[in-house]
């Protein structure tokens, strides 16, 4: 049931740093009884040189937001404010030894409520830049918002397309039924949301079931690293008159799952070489915004216009996911002018 | 230290003598009960004394009423999307919102496919029936209602036999997902309007993997697995023998100890649970006072969340469980416990303890020991604590 590593299983039965601190000038305050789990972090700080003298917590949660909670308070006493306030929920994570997908909200909590104690030393006050949505994939921890809008951002229609994007039901499968409700949801709202002569189209989409039953030649499901997707996305694109996103809404007529074309040539007039180093230096901006999130992403391989990259640490287990995907790949399209595929990859087989 | 198990409703030991009746099924009698030759004859013999000691315990008119399955789940799913089809000019399904997954996301299922419009009757803080809303929602378009006979995470006891009545005065079929409660409160068919019954092995010391469907005599029924012949073309494949025969033995022994489920186990229970409302203020035990399984005890403790007092519990060596499936990222409460509109403050600090007739009395004294030292420790960790109002239990037996 329980699959806590060695230093949960201590940091929780032991907790270091539980308690009340008795003149702390830093105070977060997190979570709630009626959400099940709740942090007050108090922290000394010296007003001179900003370190952390002391820390403190009083957590109300399960055992992974007890042992986040005091693993949170080792790894800030004795660091500058500065230095604290890079911890992030990653980082408590790892100094727990990891913790297990649906758990890593606790860790959240904690780099959360530091965020609120800085702020409150500082006289300003924090707010939480996301709620917590639904957990829909276990197994690679993408909840129900970075699904809707991975769906939303690149017209996804199918459950293959979204596990491409976000790898949602890409492992045990168990969470396929309820992506097939969120694409259904999505589209349904989309259709209520458009023009009444653009309904029916939308409709279609709408039906998971449909889509996979219209007659498409030879159906490979498109995984992470195939380009049927991109081609059908390229295509839909190339015939419909001047659309603004890179991938559009595929048309409901070219089903995504027929087979690959190939791809446009990656654009003539730049080397490898150059496209390469382009392809790193975009991507090395933005680690800067992901590690803040306690997110990293690193490239694995340039292969035509597929950019593989691996996201690691709060980019897996966090809404962001689908976000950094997409934002990634419009980032580097913006750069190169010429479209590109991003796929997340695991470094290590799951 | 012995390791002290608390979690019976979750499944319970097989007997050792069941284990010994079913182990010559696997290896000395191997035949397929549909045989003609003697390999076949000597286990369909068996398989019918099993079906009898089983008839027995549920104090069914005919051994035929029974048809084997898979399990709770399988019966459950059987019986609601038997009634549909049987019933093929009515469409809708009552059944309540503490029910067992088995019943809650198949009836979910069919309302989403619009298959079946479903009425999902609430509940009150001790998790009875909302009858005034149950007979709103009976109508001639109803084809089926499906209400626990006791509820898994509170024991709380649903007025069935009561429930079918009305449910036929309607002409719907009438179902209960028995699973919690065959072989620890009494049960007699003969004269009941209830038409199906769900039970499963595990949870009366049998084999899991195993349970049955009682459909009365009568009773209109299609088969959710179709193949062979086998029980009465009512569950196609070929039988489970050995765990038949070990769910028959369950039974006969489950009857056997009825009494001791009513008497000591209830003890041990009321034991536990007097003492735990004693030595710890702030806790609340959810469930129907009058009504309730003998052996289930459900105690919210407030200001502290669950699954950190099972960690405590199991590094003490006793297993417990919680409603609370705290796996999603919003930590979700328990489904029955929300529908009881159970105080914030205990929602999440739910814990059942389930006992069987193999505890024993140390096991009470362990967790009456070690409980409120865990519980003290986490709520003096936890920030509300502090500020929130003390109070103490009732001391009294609550559950004279
Ligand atoms: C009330 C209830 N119904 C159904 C089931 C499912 O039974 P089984 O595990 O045999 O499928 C259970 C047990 O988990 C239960 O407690
Ligand atoms: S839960 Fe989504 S693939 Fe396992």
């Known amino acids: 049931m329980w699959e806590y590593s060695d230093k949960v299983q201590e940091h929780f039965f032991n907790p270091k740093n539980a308690g009340v601190l008795d003149g702390a000038n830093a105070v977060g305050e997190v979570g709630a009884l009626s959400c099940g789990d709740a942090l007050k972090l108090m922290l000394h700080i010296d007003p001179v040189t900003e370190i952390v003298l002391e820390a403190k917590f009083q957590t109300y949660g399960c055992g992974s937001s007890i042992a986040s909670s005091s693993a949170l308070t080792e790894l800030v006493i004795g660091k500058t404010l500065e230095q604290a306030r890079a911890v992030t929920n990653r980082d408590i994570a790892d100094f727990l030894g990891g913790l297990p997908p649906e758990k890593m909200h606790c860790a959240v909590m904690g780099h959360e409520a530091l965020q609120a104690a800085i702020a409150n030393f500082r006289g300003e006050v924090w707010r939480p830049e996301h709620e917590e949505a639904a957990l829909v994939c276990k197994c690679h921890g993408v909840d129900a918002r970075a699904i809707e809008r991975a769906i939303r951002d690149n017209g996804l229609s199918t459950v293959e397309q979204v596990g491409a994007f976000t790898m949602a039901g890409t492992g045990c499968t168990t969470c396929y039924e309820q992506i097939e409700d969120i694409l259904l949801r999505v589209a349904t709202e989309a259709a209520a949301a458009s023009a009444a002569s653009a309904a029916p189209q939308v409709a279609e989409i709408a039906r998971p079931e449909t889509v996979a039953a219209a007659p498409a030649p030879a159906p490979v499901a498109p995984r992470p690293g195939s380009l049927n997707l991109f081609s059908a996305a390229v295509r839909a694109a190339s015939t419909a008159p001047a659309p603004a996103k890179p991938i559009v809404r595929p048309a409901a007529e070219s089903s995504p799952l027929s087979p690959a074309s190939p791809l446009p040539p990656p654009s003539a007039g730049m080397t490898n070489l150059k496209k390469i180093r382009l392809i790193e230096e975009t991507i090395e901006d933005l680690r800067v915004y992901l590690r803040k999130d306690g997110g990293d992403c690193e490239l694995i391989d340039v292969d035509g216009s597929n950019v593989l990259v691996s996201l690691t640490g709060a980019c897996v287990g966090c809404q962001m996911a689908s976000v950094t995907v997409s934002g990634i790949q419009e980032r580097l399209m913006a750069k190169l002018g010429v479209p590109i595929r991003v796929i997340p990859v695991g470094r290590n087989a799951h | ?383 509300f604590w502090a500020d929130a109002e003390k109070k103490t239990n009732d001391s009294k037996p609550v559950f004279a």
């Open chain 2, 1 to 383: 230290m012995k390791a002290i198990y608390l979690d019976n409703n979750a499944t319970t030991r097989t007997d050792p003598s069941v284990v010994d009746a079913m182990l010559p099924f696997f290896t000395e009698h191997f035949g397929n009960a549909s045989s003609a030759h003697s390999f076949g004859a000597e286990v369909g013999t068996a398989v019918k004394a099993a079906r009898q000691q089983l008839q027995q315990l549920l104090g069914a008119t005919h051994d035929h009423e029974i048809i084997y399955t898979s399990g709770g789940t399988e019966s459950d799913n059987a019986a609601i999307l038997s009634a549909l089809e049987a019933l093929p000019d009515r469409n809708e399904i009552v059944t309540s919102k503490v029910e067992h997954p088995a019943i809650l996301s198949l009836c979910e299922h069919l309302e989403k496919t619009g298959r079946a419009k479903v009425h999902f009757i609430g509940v009150d803080g001790s998790g009875q029936l909302d009858i005034e809303a149950y007979r709103a929602a009976l109508s001639d378009k109803v084809a089926v209602v499906s209400l626990m006979w006791a509820n898994n995470e509170t024991g709380t006891i649903f007025p069935v036999e009561g429930l079918a009545e009305l449910a036929k005065e309607h002409g719907a079929l009438f179902h209960t997902d028995a699973v919690q409660a065959v072989g620890k409160t009494p049960i007699s068919l003969k004269d009941s309007a209830i038409d199906m019954l769900s039970l499963s092995g595990h949870k009366l010391h049998g084999p899991k993997g195993i349970g049955a469907l009682y459909v009365k005599k009568g009773a209109r029924f299609k088969p959710l697995i179709r193949g062979g012949h086998q029980e009465r073309a009512r569950r196609g494949g070929t039988e489970n023998v050995p765990a038949i025969i070990g769910l028959g033995k369950a039974a006969e022994l489950a009857l056997q100890h009825m009494a001791e489920e009513q008497g000591r186990v209830k003890e041990l229970r009321d034991r536990l649970e007097k003492a735990v409302l004693q030595r710890v203020p702030n806790c609340i035990v959810n469930g129907d006072r009058h009504d309730r399984l003998p052996n289930t005890t459900n105690i919210a403790f407030e200001y502290v969340e669950s699954e950190a007092i099972l960690l405590h519990l199991n590094r003490g060596g006793v297993a417990a469980s919680s409603g609370s499936a705290c796996t999603s990222g919003s930590m979700e409460p328990s489904h029955v416990l929300k529908a009881m509109e159970i105080p914030e403050a205990a929602l999440h600090g739910a814990v059942r303890f389930s006992f069987s007739r193999d505890n024993v009395s140390e096991d009470v004294d362990r967790v009456v020991e070690a409980l409120p030292g865990i519980v003290e420790k986490l709520r003096e960790m936890s920030p």
